[in-house]
C-alpha cells in the first residue's frame, strides 16, 4: 500500500475561540472512499436509508450489520452496507448519542463518498459497497500512549503480559477485561467478525501496543476491526482535559478526496493538540497567529479499495 504522509500546521486567528474540550466523544480516526456517487442517486438513497436504520436501531443493540438496497425494481440501487460497533463498557443509551454524532459527523466529513469509516473514543461506524463485513481488517488507525511510564520495570511489564494473556482468546465481537498487579487491560473486536479473526485481530493490536508504548503506564491501539487498552493504577494513555491521544489526533483520507472536508471536519472536531508559536504566518490567504495545531493525515490510495 502507497502511504504518503503529510502534516499541515494549522494556525488560528487571534480572536477565535480554541476548545480543547467537549461533550462530544473525541474523533480518533475517519476515511472516506475515494469514489463518489451522484447526489439523488438510488445509492445516495441507500445510503440514506442505512445510516437512518443504523442510528435506530443504536438504542437496542451496541452492535449492528445491516445492508440496503440491491434488491428488485429499477430504482433499487447498488446495496451499500453499515457497521457500527460501540465500546462494551458504555451504556445502551451512550451507545446512541455516539453513533448518532459519527452519523452526523461522517455525514459532513464524507459528503457523497461511497464508503466511510469513522472511529469516535466510544464507538465505530463503516459504511460502503466494497464487501468489509465479516472481512478481517487489522490495519492501524490510531495509537497512542501515555507520557507516565515505569521505565520498562520487571514487574509491571509481567504484570501487562499477564493481563494480556487472560484477555485471550476473545469471541468475537465481545468486550474482554483482564487484571494483573494493578494492570487493566480491555480488548473488543466489532461484531462481524469469527472468534478466530477476532484473536488474531487482538493479538496483532496487542502487539501494535507494546511495541509503541514500551514502558508507558498506558496505551491503547485501535485496528480496522478491533482495540486493545491498558492502564496502570488508573492511568490513561491521553489527557484527561480532551480525552484525545497525546500524539494527536490521525485523520486519513484516500487520495482524492480534497482538502476542503480536512478544513470542514476541523471547523467542527475537538482539538487536541495546541502549542504556542511565536512566528505569524498566511496560510490561505489568512493572517493568523499565536497558536498552532499539528495534525497529521495519512492519505491511501487503496484504503477502500
Known amino acids: 500500500m502507497a502511504v504518503i504522509y503529510m502534516s499541515f500546521l494549522l494556525l488560528f486567528l487571534t480572536s477565535g475561540d480554541i476548545s480543547v474540550s467537549g461533550d462530544n466523544p473525541v474523533l480518533l480516526y475517519a476515511g472516506c472512499s475515494q469514489s463518489k456517487y451522484t447526489p439523488g442517486s438510488p445509492y445516495d438513497l441507500?445510503?440514506?436509508?442505512?445510516?437512518?436504520?443504523?442510528?435506530?436501531?443504536?438504542?437496542?443493540?451496541?452492535?449492528?450489520?445491516?445492508?440496503?438496497?440491491?434488491?428488485?425494481?429499477?430504482?433499487?440501487?447498488?446495496?451499500?452496507?453499515?457497521?457500527?460497533?460501540?465500546?462494551?463498557?458504555?451504556?445502551?443509551?451512550?451507545?446512541?448519542?455516539?453513533?448518532?454524532?459519527?452519523?452526523s459527523r461522517l455525514r459532513s466529513l464524507c459528503a457523497a463518498a461511497t464508503g466511510g469509516i469513522i472511529l469516535l473514543r466510544s464507538c465505530y461506524l463503516r459504511y460502503g459497497n466494497d464487501s468489509f463485513v465479516g472481512r478481517q481488517d487489522t490495519s492501524l488507525l490510531y495509537k497512542t500512549c501515555s507520557t507516565s511510564g515505569n521505565d520498562g520495570d520487571g514487574a509491571?511489564?509481567?504484570?501487562?503480559?499477564?493481563?494480556?494473556?487472560?484477555?485471550?482468546?476473545?469471541?468475537?465481537?465481545?468486550?474482554?477485561?483482564?487484571?494483573?498487579?494493578?494492570?487493566?487491560?480491555?480488548?473488543?473486536?466489532?461484531?462481524?467478525?469469527?472468534?478466530?479473526?477476532?484473536?488474531?485481530?487482538?493479538?496483532?493490536?496487542?502487539?501494535?501496543?507494546?511495541?509503541?508504548?514500551?514502558?508507558?503506564?498506558?496505551?491503547?491501539?485501535?485496528?480496522?476491526?478491533?482495540?486493545?487498552?491498558?492502564?496502570?493504577?488508573?492511568?490513561?494513555?491521553?489527557?484527561?482535559?480532551?480525552?484525545?491521544?497525546?500524539?494527536?489526533?490521525?485523520?486519513?483520507f484516500t487520495s482524492g478526496d480534497y482538502f476542503f472536508s480536512f478544513a470542514h471536519l476541523l471547523s467542527r472536531f475537538p482539538m487536541t493538540k495546541i502549542v504556542k508559536f511565536k512566528k505569524n504566518y498566511n496560510f490561505l490567504n489568512l493572517k493568523i497567529k499565536n497558536f498552532i495545531l499539528y495534525k497529521n493525515i495519512q492519505i491511501s490510495a487503496n484504503k477502500f479499495n
Open 156 to 252: 509491571f511489564l509481567a504484570a501487562r503480559e499477564a493481563a494480556f494473556s487472560s484477555l485471550s482468546p476473545p469471541a468475537g465481537g465481545s468486550y474482554r477485561t483482564g487484571f494483573a498487579g494493578g494492570v487493566r487491560a480491555e480488548a473488543q473486536c466489532v461484531g462481524d467478525l469469527s472468534a478466530r479473526d477476532c484473536s488474531d485481530c487482538v493479538a496483532s493490536a496487542e502487539s501494535q501496543v507494546k511495541s509503541a508504548c514500551g514502558g508507558s503506564a498506558a496505551g491503547e491501539a485501535y485496528l480496522g476491526k478491533c482495540y486493545v487498552r491498558y492502564s496502570f493504577d488508573g492511568a490513561q494513555p491521553y489527557d484527561h482535559a480532551d480525552g484525545g491521544g497525546h500524539s494527536g489526533t490521525c485523520l486519513t
Open 46 to 103: 441507500n445510503v440514506d436509508s442505512l445510516l437512518s436504520s443504523l442510528s435506530a436501531a443504536s438504542a437496542f443493540s451496541s452492535y449492528v450489520k445491516f445492508t440496503a438496497g440491491g434488491g428488485g425494481g429499477t430504482n433499487a440501487g447498488p446495496p451499500v452496507a453499515g457497521v457500527f460497533q460501540c465500546d462494551g463498557d458504555i451504556s445502551l443509551s451512550e451507545c446512541s448519542s455516539c453513533i448518532s454524532d459519527a452519523i
